[in-house]
């Protein structure tokens, strides 16, 4: 079992930047495979990124690459979110996942969530 805390969100103008943390309850982070999905009004939650268990390996989905990077400290039981060059179609609550089996960009594949960090874009 672990227990998600997300932080770190809030509103920042087009073009801005935030970085999102993700601390995780538990002696065996270091196991999981960790990840970020985002859920905007009305839509399906849909995935981010994520980041292996050593961090050596990493994915993105399309519509961040560039702008956002996913990276981890083990000896923090930590994951964060640097999100760059913010546009308002990435309002979103965010959200922090982990899975024991593998880098995957499927919400199905996360068997623990956190409960969210709110990110606003706007002017």
């Known amino acids: 079992q672990v227990q998600l805390v997300e932080s770190g969100g809030g509103l920042v103008q087009p073009g801005g930047s935030l970085r999102l943390s993700c601390t995780a309850s538990?002696?065996?982070?270091?196991?999981?495979?960790m990840g970020w999905f985002r859920q905007a009004p009305g839509k399906e939650r849909e995935f981010v990124a994520a980041?292996?268990?050593?961090?050596?390996?990493?994915a993105s989905a399309e519509s961040v690459k560039g702008r956002f990077t996913i990276s981890r400290d083990n000896a923090k039981n930590t994951v964060y979110l640097q999100m760059n060059s913010l546009k308002p179609e990435d309002t979103a609550v965010y959200y922090c996942?982990?899975?024991?089996?593998?880098?995957?960009?499927?919400?199905?594949?996360?068997?623990?969530w956190g409960q969210g960090t709110q990110v606003t874009v706007s002017s």
């Open positions: 538990g002696r065996t982070f270091s196991s999981y495979v």
């Open positions: 996942a982990a899975n024991r089996l593998r880098l995957g960009t499927q919400v199905w594949l996360y068997d623990y």
């Open positions: 980041i292996n268990w050593s961090g050596g390996g990493t």
